[in-house]
């Protein structure tokens, strides 16, 4: 099995900065990307950002600009630079990876996507 840590999260004010990292641990194969999505109170989860094996990145347009997604130093870390911080990015953080390849036991297992438990950011006005 894969599992996926997040930490960083907390409360700053509008404006501030957070820092997010994820790392995942396990009998991993490869990971093809990594990612963070975010879901506010009330609303639907909905993508924040990602990575490639290859280093390309994606953002949703509300964060372009203000969020920087990178591969962390250790190997399957990833990192979530947030800046200038409104009260609208207030929300639960997940991590996800995939698609991955990891072995359970002596069995390789392909695996569509596998997700943390989540972080909470709060900023406030």
């Known amino acids: 099995q894969v599992q996926l840590v997040e930490s960083g999260g907390g409360a700053v004010q509008s404006g501030g900065s957070l820092r997010l990292s994820c790392a995942a641990s396990g009998r991993i194969l490869f990971i093809n990307g990594m990612g963070w999505y975010r879901r506010a109170p009330g609303k639907q989860r909905e993508l924040v950002a990602t990575?490639?094996?290859?280093?390309?990145?994606t953002y949703a347009n509300i964060v372009k600009g203000r969020f920087t997604i990178s591969w962390g130093n250790a190997k399957h870390t990833v990192t979530l630079q947030m800046n200038s911080l409104k009260p609208e990015d207030t929300a639960v953080y997940y991590c996800?990876?995939?698609?991955?390849?990891?072995?359970?036991?002596?069995?390789?297992?392909?695996?569509?996507?596998?997700w943390g438990q989540g972080t909470q950011v709060t900023v406030s006005p």
């Open positions: 996800n990876a995939g698609p991955l390849n990891y072995y359970e036991g002596d069995t390789p297992i392909a695996a569509r996507d596998s």
């Open positions: 990575i490639s094996d290859d280093g390309t990145t």
